[in-house]
């Protein structure tokens, strides 16, 4: 969901309209409706999930995509344009493309003992490095960040990319 493409005159709704009204007009009081729409929406999207049946070419592809969703919009503060709260995401797709991996190790360590170890050791590289903006009981905004900090983290990002590409044609076999 690109956040930060906002052209004059295109109606916002869901989650952006409701964080530029919070983060920057510092005003949700006529946000309600625009809320009750945005929790209807996400119990359809949960519905649609939940029925979803999952291969493990789809938990593949979806790792690399969570991680596409970081180089492309997270790093570059794009996603959360009002709040800067792009980390906070960063991490979510981290995790949830790890969780997807590990969902996958045992055919990869049957497969691409190798790859096993080399995505076991990218994947702490990145924790490590988005670990070096945590800040209280969460992140720091990505405003607070210097582009050789968010150079950093998209090298991370980069080097973890590579090796998760490599997953689908292995589980594809």
Do not use: C
């Amino acid at each position: 969901m690109p956040g930060a493409a906002h052209v004059r005159g295109d109606r916002w709704t869901g989650f952006h309209k409701i964080e530029k009204d919070l983060w920057i007009h510092k005003d949700i009081s006529k946000s309600g409706p625009m809320a009750d729409k945005l929790i209807t929406d996400v119990k359809t999207i949960v519905e649609k999930a939940n029925a979803t049946d999952l291969t493990p070419l789809n938990l593949a592809n979806g790792a690399k995509e969570l991680l596409d969703e970081v180089a492309t919009g997270k790093i570059t503060g794009e996603e959360d344009i009002w709040s800067h709260t792009d980390l906070w995401d960063f991490d979510a797709n981290l995790q949830g493309s790890k969780a997807a991996v590990q969902s996958l190790r045992p055919v990869l360590e049957e497969r691409a003992p190798d790859l096993v170890k080399t995505l076991d050791e990218k994947f702490a590289a990145a924790e490590t490095a988005l670990a070096a903006h945590a800040k209280g009981d969460g992140w720091k905004l990505h405003d607070e960040l210097s582009k050789a900090e968010l150079k950093t983290l998209s090298d991370a990002i980069n080097a973890l990319g590579e090796p998760i590409s490599r997953i689908a044609p292995i589980v594809a076999k």
